[in-house]
């Protein structure tokens, strides 16, 4: 029997106050990693809520060059495209930053879908465990790039990175990495805000299978959430 998502709602009045949590919360994973093992993993998304997140973590206090990072999904456009998840992350915060360039790894999903996909698989082979898997939630239950009616890579025998096309959001081509490989995580976050994500919020609350349902780490997942995309 396949396993059941375990998810921990935390509720927010306004998107300002999840935010400003939220980056606090990604500050502190961070300390207990690096005092831990010396370096903190973490694996990011694309979309609005994330970028305000990503804008505030410029200013914490952090080790910079312990940080490794890596993306959840990518948009199969020319490297340094204003649509591109790694440019918004860029501009958002990694270019304000000293974490080394070695140690931000984009997907190239200027090489095609299939390519960048199997570069990817090598580029994120020696990470077992992700310290912090970052998630967005898009209207149509959506997360990284999977999406609904599509095969998520949910076990575990699938590939770790998929090559994604015909995606109902601009551009049809994406990268992603797979339902189990972005579940193979310490902790799993899902930034959720906004009126707009209502109907999804409410499949997922009640137990349909969207794609952000099939994120099954054995700790199971957060979801911040503000009351609008509750309501
Ligand atoms: C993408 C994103 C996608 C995003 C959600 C939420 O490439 O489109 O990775 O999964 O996180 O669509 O985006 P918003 O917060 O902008 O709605």
Known sequence: M??????VWHVY?????????AAQGIERLA????SARGAFRVVLAGGNTPRAVYERLRGIKTAWPAWHIYFGDERCLPSGH????????S????????????????????LGAEEAAR?????????????????????????????PGQDYGSERHQPAVLAVHQAPKPPA???SL???RLGAASRVWFLVTGADKALAVRKWRGGEGIPAAAIKPADGVDVWVDIAALA
Do not use: K
Not at 16 to 21: C, N
Not at 91 to 110: G, N, R
């Open 2 to 7: 396949p396993s059941a998502q375990i998810c």
């Open 13 to 21: 009045p306004e998107p300002v106050l999840l935010q400003r949590r």
């Open 178 to 180: 797979s339902a189990w």
């Open 82 to 89: 204003a649509e591109r998840n790694s440019t918004m992350a």
């Open 173 to 175: 081509d994406r990268v």
């Open 91 to 110: 501009q958002a915060w990694l270019d304000h930053v000293d974490i080394p360039a070695t140690q931000i790894h984009a997907i190239p999903a200027e």
């Open 119 to 147: 570069q990817y698989a090598s580029a994120i082979e020696s990470v077992e465990i992700f310290d912090l898997v970052l998630l967005g939630l898009g209207q149509d239950g959506h997360t990284a790039s999977l999406f």
């Open 31 to 34: 300390a207990e990693a690096i």
